[in-house]
Nanobody
Framework: QVHLAESGGGLVQPGGSLRLSCAAS????????MGWYRQAPGKQRELVATKISGGITNYADSVKGRFTISRDNAKNTAYLQMNNLKPEDTDVYYC??????????????WGQGTQVTVSS
């Protein structure tokens, strides 16, 4: 079983920055993609950013130019650098990863979520 552990959330003022981290652990053969989604109470979970092997990235229009996703493949870790944060970025942020475990079985895992609050 592949486990994802997120960190880096918190309270920040508008215009500030935060960096989220997501570390995958377990017996992993390969990770094809890692990404971040966010969800507000009563709303659907929405894509923030994803990065697949080979370097292709995808961002929600609302975060383009402000957020950057990166991966450290050697550490099975993904990062989300969030700059110029706005109050509407306040949400619970979830990390996700997809790949194959040590037996070659495909997996999709989700983290437990980390709260990001943007407020003065």
């Amino acid at each position: 079983q592949v486990h994802l552990a997120e960190s880096g959330g918190g309270l920040v003022q508008p215009g500030g920055s935060l960096r989220l981290s997501c570390a995958a652990s377990g017996i992993i053969s390969s990770i094809n993609s890692m990404g971040w989604y966010r969800q507000a109470p009563g709303k659907q979970r929405e894509l923030v950013a994803t990065k697949i092997s080979g370097g292709i990235t995808n961002y929600a229009d609302s975060v383009k130019g402000r957020f950057t996703i990166s991966r450290d493949n050697a550490k099975n870790t993904a990062y989300l650098q969030m700059n110029n944060l706005k109050p509407e970025d306040t949400d619970v942020y979830y990390c996700t990863a997809a790949g194959r475990d040590g037996l070659g079985t495909p997996f999709i895992s989700w983290g437990q979520g980390t709260q990001v609050t943007v407020s003065s």
